[in-house]
């Protein structure tokens, strides 16, 4: 089993940032790849950003540029630093942890690739 606990989401005014952090316990080692997903009232959950163990990551076009994934091995821990926000990026935003190795360069961008997911937490931006 692995917890996932997101926090750092508040409100914020357009062109401001957040800094968004995923604390993961117990098998914390299952996990192959994190991720990053948001989901806005009355839309489907979508993918944002992903690291893979090995330290690679990949972004959805919209956030390139604007928002940063790292992770802490140390602190098991993975950050989501976002800059120049907008009223779009309004959002409950989760943290995931998948199980699934795949070789090459998978991007991990899908809901059901994940195992384990945070509760979320509340991002507004104002304009």
């Known amino acids: 089993q692995v917890q996932l606990v997101e926090s750092g989401g508040g409100l914020v005014q357009a062109g401001g940032s957040l800094r968004l952090s995923c604390a993961a316990s117990?098998?914390?080692?299952?996990?192959?790849?994190m991720g990053w997903f948001r989901q806005a009232p009355g839309k489907e959950r979508e993918f944002v950003t992903s690291?893979?163990?090995?330290?690679?990551?990949y972004y959805v076009d919209f956030v390139k540029g604007r928002f940063t994934i790292s992770r802490d091995n140390a602190v098991n821990t993975v950050y989501l630093q976002m800059n120049s926000l907008k009223p779009e990026d309004t959002a409950v935003y989760y943290c995931?942890?998948?199980?699934?190795?795949?070789?090459?360069?998978?991007?991990?961008?899908?809901?059901?690739?994940?195992?384990?997911w945070g509760q979320g937490t509340q991002v507004t931006v104002s304009s």
């Open positions: 117990g098998r914390t080692f299952s996990c192959y790849a």
């Open positions: 690291i893979r163990s090995e330290g690679s990551t």
């Open positions: 995931a942890c998948s199980r699934i190795y795949y070789t090459g360069s998978h991007y991990y961008a899908n809901t059901h690739e994940y195992d384990y």
